[in-house]
C-alpha cells in the first residue's frame, strides 16, 4: 500500500539584475538546481533540458524514502521557463515554473511548484505523515529559494 501526497510551494523574491540576465542565471540548470537544492544527490542530465532528480534517503520512524523523479526545463519567450514532468514510472512528479517580471531595478521572480509522490506506508498513517511530509518538502522549497535568491 502507498498514500499519496501532495505539497504546492509558491514563494517570490526580487533579482538585481535585469530580466534577460535573471533568465539566463536560472536557466543554467545546473548551476540553478544542482549547486542550491539542498538534500539533492545527484542531478543526472538526461537529455536537452532533460534531469533526473535524484535525493538523499530519508529516514522517518524506522521507514527509508527515497525520492527520485525526471523533469524537463521549457523556456517559454523571455520571462518563462516550465518544469514538466517526464517519467510516468517513478512514485513522485515535480510540475512548476519560474515566471519574471521586470522591475525599474532587477526583476521580481515568482517560482511556482507541485510536487505529488507516494509513500510506502499504509493509508491509516495518512492523516500523521501528510503534514510532516509536506512541512519537510516546504523546507527544503525554502531553503531552495534562499540559496538561489542570494546567488543572484
Excluded at 524514502?65 to 519567450?77: N, S, Y
Aim: glycine share 6%.
Amino acid at each position: 500500500m502507498a498514500i499519496k501526497i501532495e505539497v504546492h510551494c509558491n514563494s517570490s523574491f526580487n533579482s538585481p539584475h535585469s530580466l534577460e540576465k535573471t533568465l539566463g542565471l536560472l536557466s543554467n540548470y545546473e548551476q540553478n538546481i544542482g549547486n542550491h537544492f539542498e538534500g539533492l544527490q545527484n542531478f543526472i542530465p538526461e537529455g536537452k533540458d532533460v534531469y533526473r532528480w535524484v535525493f538523499k534517503t530519508l529516514s522517518y520512524g524506522g521507514n527509508q524514502l527515497k525520492i527520485e523523479f525526471k523533469t524537463q526545463f521549457q523556456q517559454v519567450g523571455t520571462d518563462m521557463i516550465k518544469i514538466i514532468p517526464v517519467d510516468s514510472t517513478c512514485k513522485a512528479a515535480l510540475s512548476g515554473c519560474w515566471k519574471l517580471l521586470p522591475l525599474n531595478e532587477g526583476t521580481r521572480v515568482n517560482f511556482e511548484a507541485d510536487l505529488v509522490g507516494e509513500l510506502p506506508l499504509p493509508s491509516l498513517m495518512k492523516s500523521m505523515v501528510t503534514p510532516i511530509a509536506q512541512r519537510e518538502v516546504t523546507k527544503i522549497f525554502d531553503q531552495y529559494i534562499h540559496n538561489v535568491s542570494k546567488s543572484l
